[in-house]
């Protein structure tokens, strides 16, 4: 006899109790605790942050315990936290020539002023595992490194060199209206520049990257250069009506990443570069790059482009890079569709009783000639 | 306004905040003054996955009350796994009372389905809508859909529909079937079975579409005139199943096909379940519910 299926809620139950056991995993090894997570996996924190658009690292190193260390899980976890939180109102636009800088980097000039500095990056290093790590290293036993005392001259942004002599676009007016949020507003297309750049900063890295990638070998080529990379710690300061002048509440680490390309011009534009830009909470330079890249070949329609690849399509980007939403919506279909299966079956059954039909009447034709 | 419950103390009723509410209740308002219209609205990130409800749990949220009661159904049924977690969700985020009898709900969450028995004045049905644009596999770009949507423009749907027709013979949508609002605008029903296309019509209920991750709430206020798009010559028509269910006997219901072995041997039995366990209540008998068949049947 047939019984419709119960349970459901019993077995949910025990479904999550499992998983905690499989996340805590073998109970002779040590919990991993906040602090580890935070200190030495720290571009993985700094991706959560990022992408689940929260600027706290503690809260991203809960996350990606409690999410087993799957990332796009651990930022889900973060925004559905920061959704909930009461905004306080906006700051202030930081100004990364303002920043503590802890790596900067530029493509398109051998020196400038404030150097260049290599600081923590992965460039350069031979990807060879290091079987020092493996066991129970010593990290006293390290060289510390060597830093160079800052020489006090200001790190001049690249693009305001080539401003001087008019060679590269401006950056624009900030417009004097609070930014608009596209967390608390609906997106509608096509966007301000400012939107398109807040859903590419919270945009899945992967995609960016591949996107960006996808313009570099023709898909939207725009003859990309790094003019520069900063990465460093920068000011956020508030407005406060009863002091009369901003007042800096706290520091955020981002990358910064302004990308210098080639323009023709226009009618009513002389040839000058253009730029596409990206900035990250944390420490992420391939996803500002990536940023940086998609920015540029949006801006396709704004240029006078032809607009002929993916990359330059607002809608598709947009659409499509949020790893929260996608990842919701495609393991959406883990959901039972019972109901319109059983719609479509009925339906391949009848169209294929018909053609069945046809077919005996055919052959009885065929054979009463 | 905190709920009892000191373990999520630190949500609001119904996990989001007055705010939000407000500003979904205003998007809901609109979509009722324009029926069938899809508003754009500021969509949350909830703690349940995109494409998973979060546009229905918002709208249901934000006009759900004290006194009110909840059912939640999936394909038709209480206890499919996610409408428990939907459910336990509002349980545990607002306190009140949930069933699983239609007739008891003030507020009915669903995906994929409308119940059998026909809803009530006062009953508020709250659909998930995965994607709320019914041009969308035609059209792809928002933008473009918005101004066929204003110019009332959907000579592109009547030309798929047509195409069915020339290649298969019949229209070969069966769930997620276009229906015209008051005669104004195209808009989708949320991927219920066309068989339920005709409970639309005319409902007592109010009925609220919420489509989270695309942003976008519609509505049909009672009493709204829903067309499904057809043909003269090829009028719409819903599925017809050959054996009433065989759980419960009932016709002219939606049946789910349930597979009994590897042979290939299979029962229909009722979608609703709320419904077909109150028929049985009630005394009826299908030639499969473990029981003598009464000579009424």
Redo the contacts between chains.
């Keep these: 006899?047939?019984v419709?299926?119960?349970?459901?809620?019993r077995?949910?139950e025990n479904a999550h109790l499992l998983l905690a056991d499989r996340r805590r995993g073998d109970r002779a090894v040590p919990e991993v605790s906040l602090d580890q997570i935070s200190n030495q996996l720290a571009l993985a924190v700094d991706r959560v942050m990022a992408e689940g658009s929260l600027y706290d690292r503690d809260l991203a190193a809960l996350a990606i315990k409690q999410a087993r260390g799957d990332l796009i899980e651990a930022i889900?976890l973060l925004?559905?936290y920061?959704?909930?939180l009461?905004r306080f109102g906006s700051c202030e636009p930081i100004d990364t020539s303002e920043m503590k800088i802890e790596r900067r980097i530029s493509a398109t000039y051998k020196d400038l002023p404030g150097g260049q500095i290599l600081g923590p990056t992965f460039d350069y290093t031979h990807r060879l595992l290091d079987p020092e790590l493996a066991g129970s290293e010593n990290s006293n036993t390290r060289e510390n490194p060597k830093e160079r005392a800052p020489n006090g001259a200001k790190a001049q942004r690249v693009s305001e060199i080539l401003a001087r002599e008019g060679l590269i676009e401006t950056d624009g007016e900030a417009s004097s209206e609070a930014p608009l949020d596209i967390?608390?507003?609906?997106?509608?297309?096509?966007l301000e520049r400012e939107s398109r750049l807040q859903a590419l900063a919270r945009g899945d890295e992967g995609f960016l990257l591949s996107l960006g990638y996808s313009t570099q070998r023709g898909y939207a080529r725009n003859h990309p250069f790094v003019g520069e990379i900063r990465i460093g710690e920068v000011p956020v300061s508030i407005q406060a009506p009863e002091i009369g002048s901003p007042v800096v509440i706290g520091r955020v680490h981002v990358t910064e990443c302004q990308m210098v390309n080639q323009f023709k011009g226009s009618a009513t534009a002389p040839p000058q570069f253009t730029r596409g830009y990206g900035l990250v909470l944390g420490q992420s330079e391939r996803k500002a790059m990536a940023v940086a890249l998609c920015d540029r070949a949006l801006r396709a329609g704004e240029l006078g482009e032809d607009r002929t690849a993916p990359a330059q399509n607002e809608?598709?980007v947009i659409?499509h890079c949020d790893n929260?939403?996608a990842?919701?919506?495609?393991?959406?279909l883990k959901?039972?569709?019972?109901?319109?299966f059983?719609?479509?079956?009925?339906?391949v059954r009848?169209?294929r009783a018909?053609q069945g039909s046809q077919k005996d009447a055919s052959i009885t034709s065929e054979a009463a000639e | 306004m905190k709920t009892e419950n000191s373990e999520i103390a630190t949500y609001n009723f119904a996990y989001l905040d007055e705010q939000t509410k407000r500003m979904i209740r205003r998007a809901i308002l609109k979509a009722i003054a324009i029926p069938g219209y899809q508003v754009p609205f500021a969509s949350r990130e909830m703690p349940m996955p995109y494409g998973w409800g979060t546009g229905g749990v918002q709208v249901t949220a934000s006009i759900i009350g004290r006194t009110d009661c909840l059912k939640v159904i999936d394909q038709g049924a209480d206890d499919t796994t996610n409408a428990i977690s939907i459910r336990k969700f509002f349980e545990k985020t607002t306190g009140i009372a949930t069933t699983t009898h239609t007739c008891e709900a003030t507020v009915i969450q669903t995906r994929h389905r409308i119940p059998e028995v026909p809803l009530k004045a006062g009953q508020t049905l709250v659909y998930q809508v995965p994607i709320p644009e019914p041009m969308r596999f035609l059209e792809p770009r928002e933008t473009e859909t918005r101004k066929m949507h204003a110019l009332e423009e959907y000579g592109l749907m009547h030309v798929k529909l047509y195409e069915d027709i020339a290649r298969n013979g019949r229209i070969a949508t069966t769930y997620a079937y276009p229906v015209k609002v008051e005669g104004r605008y195209v808009m989708d029903p949320s991927p219920t079975p066309k068989f339920d296309n005709p409970k639309m019509n005319d409902c007592e209920a109010l009925q609220l579409f919420g489509a989270g991750r695309e942003k976008r709430i519609y509505a049909l206020p009672p009493h709204t005139k829903v067309v499904s798009l057809d043909f003269e010559d090829h009028p719409f028509e819903v599925n017809k199943f050959e054996k009433p269910c065989a759980l419960c006997a009932a016709e002219q219901v939606y049946l789910d096909e349930v597979i009994l072995d590897d042979q290939g041997s299979r029962m229909f039995v009722c979608s609703d379940t709320d419904h077909c366990e109150e028929r049985r209540a009630a005394g009826h008998r299908g030639e499969l519910a473990g029981h003598a068949l009464e000579a009424a049947q």
């Design positions: 006899m047939y419709a299926v119960k349970g459901g809620e077995a949910i889900f925004r559905a920061r959704t909930t009461p967390t608390q507003k609906p997106m509608e297309f096509p809608e598709f659409s929260v939403q990842t919701g919506f495609v393991e959406h959901l039972p569709h019972y109901v319109d059983q719609s479509d079956l009925e339906l009848k169209m018909d």
